[in-house]
Structures are given as C-alpha cells and as structure tokens.
C-alpha cells in the first residue's frame, strides 16, 4: 500500500487551490485508513512511501516486482515554494506529527532508513522575492486597470445622467406640445362648429328667401304699390342678408386660413415629435449599449476582484515564508554583529599586543642574558638527562614484560568467553528440550505430573540467576523509551538471545510452519523479532500473534513484539495467547 509523503501531498493541494486545513485533514484520514487496512492485514500488506520508491526503483523491484510506470500516477511534483508551506503545515500540525513516528515504524524503508526530502532554501527565498515582485507588479496593473473603468465607469454614469436630464426635458416639450395641439385641435372643432352654423343660418335664409319668392308670385296680382313696397322692403332686408352673407364668408375664409395654420403647425410638430421619438430611439440603443457595457464591466471588476483576493492569499502565504525567512537574516546579522564585535576585540587585542611587543622585545635583550646563564645550566641537565634515559630504557623492559603477561591474561579470558557461549548455547538446547518436554506433558502426562513439568519449564527464574539479571536490563531497557541508534543493534541482540533461550519459541517448528522463510538470510528468532510477530506468524503451537496484537493494542501502539512483551509483562500480568477456547483447554491440560 503506497502513501504519500504529508508535506508533498499538503503541497500539491495548495498548489491545486485547497486550504491548508483540508488538505491536511484528508491526509489524516487517508493514512488512518491505511493503519486500520494495515492492522487487519498483517500479512498481506505492507506500507511504503511513494517518493522514496520512485528514488529507490531497484529496491522496489527486488521486493514487490513494481515498477515506477505503476506508480507514476501516484506521484505529484509540487513547486519548492508550495513544497516549504507543505512541511511548515506538517510540523504545526500536532496531529500529524504524532503520526510520523508510527508512520515510520510501520513503513518499508527501501534505503534502509526514513524518507527525507531537501529544499534549496536559498533558491526558494530568490523565487519567492521575485514572485511577489511580479505579483506586485501584477496588482499595480491590475489597480491602475480597475481605476480606469472606474474613470469610464463614472463617464458613462455622467453620460447616463446626462441623457436621462436630456430625456425629461424632452417629455416635459412633448407634453406642452401635446397640450398645444389638443388645444388647437379644440379651437379647430369649435370654429369648424362656427362654420356649421353660419351654414345652417345661409340655408335657413334662402328658404326663407324662396319662400319670399312664392310669396311674391301669389301675391303679384294684389295691388302694385303693395308689391313695389314689399319688394324695396325685400330688396333691403336681402341686401341685409347680402352683406352679413360676406361678412360670414370672410369669416370662413379667415377661419379656414386659421385651419391651414393650426394644421400646418400640428404638422410641424408632428415631425418634431417624430425626430424627438427617434432620438429618443437612438438615446435608448445608446442606454441599452452603456447598460451591457457597464454589465461587462461589473463583470470584469468582479473577476478582477477575484483575482486580487487569490493573490492576496498567495501573498500572504508568502509574506508569512517571507516572515521566516526574515526572522532567520535577523538572527544571522545577530551572530554578524557579535562577530563585528570579537573582530572589534581582537584589533583592540592587537594594538594591546603591539605595545607589549615593545615591552617583550626590551626583554628579550634581558632573557638573552640569561640564556647564557641557562645554556650553562643545559649542559649540566643534559648529562642529568641520560642517567633519566638509561633508568626509562629500564621502565620500557618491565612495561613490555607486563604487557605480554597482559595479553596472555586477555587471551584465557577469550577461553572462557567461549566457553560460556557453548554453555549458554547448551542452555538454550535444554531449554528447547524442556519446551518439547512440557508440550509433550500438556497432551499424554497425566495431571499430577504436568504442573512440576510445565513450572520448570515455564519459569525462567528457577533455570538461573543469570536469566534474571538479563530480563532485569532489559525491562529497564524498555523502561528508558526511544533507543539511540548505538544501542539498537546490541538491544535486538538481546532480544534475540532471550527468545533463543525461551522455551515458548520453537525454530525448527517456526521453519517448517513458515517454508518461505528457508531463502532468508535471518535466523529464525531474529525474523520473528523484526517481522514475524508483526505480520501475524506464530512462534510455536500454543502463541498466537495475530490475537495477542489485536486482542491488546497498546502492545501494538508501543512497536513492541508479542511474544517479548508476554514474556516481560504479559505472563506476570495474566494475559492470554489464544483465543478463548483454546485457553479453556490449555487451563484443563
């Protein structure tokens, strides 16, 4: 199962616009996931780092046969930058930094020791410098961008204003003109009512005149006089009728000019009102073109404002690296300035010393003098000096006689190193045997017998004093928490040594269980040790790893293996190797 590593996985999220916070919750949540895979699945799956494979190709190979085209969708290639943000989240982050020390113990390392990347500082604070110059630069654009459609912005506002003024004052002319032209239309109406009158009135006259006339041709054969005298009154009262009959006429004529006139001005105002209606068209195209300009240049703003706020982040993230970065030049122009200030010393040291020097060389001319005198002296040391080299010569004799009775006394006490190493191999041959013995007991003896059998061979401390002084040291060994890197090889010595010597670790039965393990390299008790325990293989018949891990997990939490810590703590503490039914049948046997 292939994991990447927290700070190039934070990074690429960063890069791909994902919060610091989310990107390292997903991280959590993915490396828990592969815990839970991981402690279900002891045997079937091991962790291994994304980056340290791609760097490792051979390894992988000989391990798992993967090649790195498998795995290249895997891998993401973060930008410096993003990479440094990246590891400063990993260490401010309590949690993950609690989960690299289990992250490591359970990971297959390729190059025999933890994945670790490097950052060129230096050329990451050059591109940073240059990056937020360009940003700078980029948000000076952008500023004097956004004031100039402000400028254009605030015109066409104006221009709007402008055109909207200009549009009232032409409805409030359209609405005089509309007045104007009702009232001339009501004018019209009423002399046009005026002209329909006098009509009516001229016809009325001239049937009263035909009237007249019948009257006149009845009446003609009545007396002259009567007639001549109706007829001068006639003629008067028709010559009346004549002239209120012109007067009429120019009426009319003077009401139809009146007419022509309104008509002609209606017209003409009509045309204006239609050349109004077709500014007013172009004014409104105009409005509406300004309105999607202006709706486009929200738009922009909005995007511009977008930006701006991205760049803003990414400044600040960078002002924050910056802040770092800072923080260190000041605490090195501190170490410059106290170096300043020792030069400073040193050149006042020096001028202290030239002035001495004068001094010493008036006195070198008084200790040259006295050299005679000691030269004097010299020769009588040199003769003492022989007689001192003739007595070392003797002392060198007696240190090499005491040096080869020294190394005869190493060489024995080598003897006797081997020699106890055969006893403590036939210790743990007896141990083994006593082990076969007690398995023997718990299946045929009969139950008087197996207790004394099962307490020889279960109790270290009766075999000897020496077991338990070793299980002493190491107890205080584990006590002591994390081990310096010195002391890891001698400390897994040890506890190589004590399963050895444990009866509850069988190797030939480890063998044959396990045929794989006939090709490795490792012993079998120190394969159990690094690996066994933890992929879920058994010591011998009657331990069962997988349970004891899952059953109690802070001995899974500590990294320690089952059957060590049973035999430290487990066994005094009373904790079982098997499940419930064999335990039943182990307490009856």
């Not at 899952?550 to 703590?569: C, K, Q, R, W």
């Amino acid at each position: 199962m292939f994991y990447s590593h927290p700070s190039v996985y934070i990074a690429s999220k960063l890069a791909a616009g994902i919060s610091g916070e989310e990107a390292c919750r997903e991280w959590l949540n993915g490396i828990n996931e592969c815990f839970l895979a991981q402690k279900k699945n002891r045997r079937q799956i091991r962790l291994l780092c994304t980056e340290e494979a791609i760097e490792h190709q051979e390894e992988l190979f000989n391990i798992a046969s993967f090649t790195t085209n498998q795995i290249q969708e895997l891998v993401t290639r973060p930008d410096e930058i993003m990479l440094l943000a990246g590891h400063y989240l990993t260490m401010q982050t309590t949690d993950i930094s609690n989960c690299l020390e289990r992250l490591e113990a359970l990971t297959l390392h390729l190059s025999g020791k933890p994945y670790r990347f490097e950052i060129n500082v230096n050329s990451v604070i050059g591109r940073t410098m240059e990056f937020s110059e360009e940003q700078q630069d980029r948000l000076e654009m952008l500023f004097v961008e956004k004031q100039t459609l402000k400028q254009k912005t605030d015109e066409q506002a104006a221009k709007i204003t402008e055109l909207r003024g200009w549009c009232k004052v032409h409805e409030e002319r359209e609405e005089k003109l509309k007045s104007e032209i009702e009232s001339v239309t009501r004018e019209r109406d009423e002399a046009l009512a005026g002209v329909n009158s006098k009509n009516e009135e001229v016809t009325r006259v001239k049937e009263q005149l035909d009237q007249v006339q019948r009257q006149l041709e009845t009446t003609y054969i009545k007396g002259h006089e009567e007639q001549a005298a109706k007829i001068t009154e006639l003629r008067g009262w028709c010559k009346v009728h004549e002239e209120r009959e012109e007067k009429l006429k120019s009426e009319i004529e003077r009401v139809t000019r009146e007419r022509d006139e309104a008509l002609a001005r209606i017209n003409s105002k009509n045309e204006e009102v239609t050349r109004v209606k077709e500014q007013l068209d172009k004014v409104q195209l105009q409005l509406e073109s300004l309105a999607t300009q202006r709706d486009e240049a929200t738009k922009q703003n909005y995007n511009l404002t977008d930006e701006l706020a991205v760049m803003q982040q990414q400044l600040d993230q960078v002002q924050v690296q910056l802040e770092n970065t800072f923080i260190d030049s000041q605490e090195k122009a501190k170490d410059l300035n106290k170096a300043k200030d020792k030069v400073r010393e040193l050149q006042k040291w020096c001028r202290i010393h030239e002035s001495r020097q004068s001094d010493l060389n008036e006195k070198l001319l008084q200790y040259q003098q006295r050299n005679e005198d000691l030269e004097r002296e010299t020769h009588q040391l040199v003769l003492l000096n022989k007689e001192q080299r003739e007595k070392s010569t003797h002392l060198t004799n007696e240190l090499n006689l005491e040096r080869e009775r020294a190394r005869e006394q190493i060489a024995n006490l080598n003897i006797q190193l081997a020699q106890s190493f055969e006893e403590v191999k036939a210790h743990s041959i007896k141990n083994k045997n006593l082990r076969r013995q007690w398995e023997q007991s718990t299946l045929h003896s009969n139950e008087s017998e197996t207790p004394k059998e099962t307490s020889t061979a279960t109790d270290p401390s009766k075999n000897s004093n020496r077991s338990k002084q070793f299980l002493s040291k190491l107890r205080d060994r584990l006590r002591f928490g994390k081990r310096k890197p010195a002391e890891k090889e001698l400390w897994v010595r040890e506890q190589v040594l004590l399963l050895e010597e444990s009866p509850l670790f069988d190797a030939d039965w480890y063998l044959k269980q396990y045929p794989d393990l006939e090709t490795s390299k490792l012993q079998p008790a120190e394969h159990y040790l690094r690996f066994g325990g933890f992929e879920g293989r058994n010591p011998n018949s009657q331990f069962d790893s997988a349970f004891y891990l899952s059953t109690y997990p802070d001995v899974a939490e500590e990294g320690m293996n089952p059957l060590i810590h049973f035999i430290l703590y487990g066994e005094a503490e009373g904790r079982s190797v098997k499940p419930k039914a064999n335990r039943k049948s182990r307490k009856d046997a």
